[in-house]
């Protein structure tokens, strides 16, 4: 081993660095932690559900928020008028809290795509707010946990345990905070627009999810109850339910143009519900990219707005993945794909595995009546082939119990790249003498791993590449 390799017991890192370590954990003493939340004493989940349990497993807060409130927002709506301003400022606000997530929440704070001004921080930190999915440092956590742990145990919202458990199941019901993965959200807790919102996150919640877009209406045009009911209540249901879809929806409709060894998956749909998040394959793989959709086509609102916001000074240092990189992704999946594709292809009986026969044997059977043909040295029964064969059954007759190479490669005809695709189907030996020295170098390069195979071990041939396919002088060849 060279004298540079580290060998056991070097380790790469010194000790003394790791200790010097912030812990990713939050402290004691950080304002943020839940006093109520003892380690040691057993999670109300670590006990089945059970007739008799079964409220203490529901989280009653988020239950309320969630499902309780939007009912109510319903009920009044039957006798609330909407008002065609009031209408039109719920739809505006539904954007702008709408965005406090996805381009707050998710871009900003959850992955640090892009860098935003302190005015462009505290306004997503608002809006974000207005729209009822927690606070930022709690979401963001979460959201990491996400991204590290997809679709297993430690992943707070996978889709594995079901399509309404990963869009709101998970906070209907109660979590045991041990089992989320852990992440790093020190930056986070260093942000002092994430640390305020965290503190004062009720007051935040209240005021901005129905009391201003109440005062907006009531100020405005004189519907307060109106501006309570569809700005506020309404608004807060739907700004919900479709960024819960980023959970759900994105994880279960579309295509996988990246990677499908897990569950995030592309589709317009979702795009279209999510203020364009719904291209979330693409998301997982390039996670700190401010862009969801990178074609130009695509709709993304998010992306488009923290380009305005950059054009304006609020935004800066957008990350974007090169080009180089998202295509070496796009690629590996459609490898993937082709060699699925080709695995169930029948490409012939592998030179390696076939009887090697003698040229008497082979001009033996052939003259008994077995339609045997040799091409390169391959022993091809042909048949049933005879009558079908788009030359004539002459023109293969003739090669029957002959060494037909030349014949096959130009000599009487060139035969296509699918004529000697068809005709490896139809090996059954190989020639020992004649040919034998080159295929057996042939067979020999496949067993040495010389021949290119796909990740799951399949020979690829190549168009063109068929043993039978021999580039030489065909007239000395058929002289032979
Ligand atoms: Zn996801
Ligand atoms: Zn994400």
């Not at 719920?90 to 965005?99: E, I, N, Q, S």
């Not at 430690?154 to 905070?177: E, I």
Request: hydrophobic share 40%; net charge positive.
């Amino acid at each position: 081993m060279p004298s540079s390799q580290p060998t056991a017991g070097h380790l790469a890192v010194k000790p003394e660095y790791l200790s010097s370590q912030p812990s990713p954990m939050a402290k004691p003493s950080e304002p943020n932690r839940n006093t109520k939340y003892d380690p040691k004493k057993p999670h109300i989940t670590d006990t089945p559900i059970t007739k008799s349990n079964w409220y203490k497993h529901v989280n009653w807060l988020n239950v309320t928020l969630i499902v309780g409130v939007p009912l109510y927002g319903c009920i009044q709506s039957f006798w609330t008028p909407l008002q065609f301003k009031t209408a039109l400022w719920t739809v505006a606000y539904y954007f702008m809290t709408g965005f406090g997530i996805t381009a707050g929440y998710h871009r900003l704070w959850a992955h640090t795509s892009y860098s935003a001004t302190l005015p462009l921080r505290i306004f997503l930190a608002a809006m974000g707010g207005g729209a009822v999915e927690g606070s930022v440092r709690w979401w963001a956590r979460d959201h990491r946990a996400h991204h590290r742990y997809t679709d297993t145990e430690k992943d707070p919202y996978s889709v594995r345990k079901g399509l309404l458990y990963s869009h709101f199941g998970w906070m209907l019901m109660k979590q045991n905070p041990k089992r989320i993965g852990r992440t790093d959200i020190s930056d986070l807790n260093e942000d002092p627009v994430v640390v305020w919102q965290h503190k004062n996150y009720l007051k935040v919640v209240i005021f901005m999810g129905l009391i201003f877009p109440m005062l907006v209406c009531g100020f405005g045009w004189g519907d307060w109850w109106g501006g309570f009911v569809y700005g506020g209540i309404l608004r807060i249901f739907f700004v919900q339910q479709a960024t819960f879809c980023v959970n759900s929806l994105a994880h279960w409709l579309g295509d996988q143009p990246f990677d499908d060894r897990n569950s995030p998956r592309d589709h317009v749909i979702t795009a279209l519900v999510t203020l364009g998040e719904g291209y979330h394959n693409f998301h997982h793989e390039f996670p700190s990219d401010y862009r969801n959709a990178i074609e130009w086509h695509q709709y993304d609102p998010t992306k488009w707005t923290i380009w305005i916001w950059k054009q304006l000074g609020l935004a800066y240092d957008l990350k974007q993945f090169k080009n180089n990189e998202i295509e070496k992704g796009r690629v590996q999946q459609l490898q993937k794909k082709l060699d699925q594709k080709r695995a169930k292809l029948d490409w012939g009986v592998p030179l390696e595995q076939l009887p090697v026969i003698s040229w008497d044997e082979y001009a033996d059977q052939a003259k008994n009546g077995r339609g045997l043909i040799a091409v390169a040295g391959v022993v091809h029964d042909v048949t049933d082939f005879i009558k079908d064969h788009p030359g004539g059954k002459v023109m293969i007759s003739s090669g029957i119990g002959k060494d037909a190479t030349a014949m096959f490669n130009g000599g009487v005809y060139m035969h296509s790249n699918a004529a000697h695709n068809l005709l490896s189907t139809m090996r059954v030996g190989v020639i020992r003498g004649g040919c034998e020295v080159e295929i057996w170098k042939r067979a020999q390069k496949e067993e040495k791993g010389e021949v290119v195979r796909d990740e799951n071990g399949q020979r690829i041939v190549r168009a063109g590449t068929q043993p039978t396919k021999v580039l030489q002088n065909v007239a000395t060849a058929g002289a032979a």
